[in-house]
């Protein structure tokens, strides 16, 4: 149980282009989905707090603009790196916390996508 | 808000010997306490966790060890084996949770010499 799969796996793109991730709960539902970056050799570092049908948190110095977070289920959530540049190229790795989890702060990780920004 | 320390930042052992990773935390109110595992490229997987009605929880050859009056949790690995190297992420709820949100440690490498 608890399985978060993450499409793509990996994604090369052209600066300046639009790079969309998808992040869904496969066997069960999640009130709250959350993006993070991580670096090489670096902890996690939390993006963006995501809710079904609300806007999404964005954490001190990141761009809302720029990282879209679209959160349409209790099972999906997408986000998008609008016109992405080489600083942009980072290993991005969502969550989800189970509806379950109560006053717990359980998550549960996707598998990464790694983004390479040419 | 809530933050989290994390020591060692690399640690080394024998095969078959003990690991102890060891993370302090500064919200007295915070309730839950995930130790994740990260091979390299790969997601980070919950190994362990405890909540903070307990003081100790064991699976097999993983522990942890929860001090709530000193802020302070531990995780412990015996019989360590050439598999358990990786980078291990300690984690507390940020922000009183009010989100979900969980505050991540550095992480410690650990690695097992055959």
């Known amino acids: 149980g608890a399985v978060v799969s993450q499409h793509p796996s990996w994604v090369i793109c052209k600066s300046g282009t639009s790079v969309k991730i998808e992040c869904r709960s496969l066997?069960?539902?999640?009130?709250?989905m959350f993006w993070y970056r991580q670096f090489p050799k670096q902890s996690l570092m939390l993006m963006a707090t995501?809710?079904?049908?609300?806007?999404?948190?964005?954490e001190q110095g990141v761009e809302k603009d720029k990282f879209l977070i679209n959160h349409a289920s209790l099972t999906l959530s997408t986000l998008t790196v609008t016109s992405a540049h080489p600083e942009d190229s980072s290993f991005y790795i969502c969550?989800?916390?189970?509806?379950?989890?109560?006053?717990?702060?359980?998550?549960?990780f996707g598998p990464g996508t790694r983004l390479t920004v040419l | 808000g809530e933050n989290v320390e994390q020591h060692p930042s690399t640690l080394s052992v024998q095969e078959g010997d003990s690991a102890v990773i060891k993370c302090t935390y500064s919200?007295?109110?915070?309730?839950?306490f995930p130790w994740y595992k990260q091979e390299l490229g790969k997601r980070p997987q919950l190994i362990i966790d405890?909540?903070?009605?307990?003081g100790e929880k064991k699976d097999q050859r993983i522990a942890v060890t929860l001090n709530k009056t000193a802020k302070h949790f531990s995780l412990h690995i015996t019989e360590t084996q050439p598999e358990d190297s990786a980078v291990y992420f300690c984690a507390a709820p940020w922000r009183g949770g009010s989100q979900g949100n969980l505050i991540f440690g550095k992480g410690t490498k650990l690695s097992v010499k055959p």
């Open positions: 066997d069960f539902q999640a009130t709250t």
């Open positions: 919200d007295s109110a915070s309730n839950y």
């Open positions: 969550s989800a916390r189970p509806l379950s989890s109560g006053s717990y702060n359980e998550q549960f």
């Open positions: 995501s809710n079904e049908g609300s806007k999404a948190t964005y």
């Open positions: 405890i909540r903070s009605n307990v």
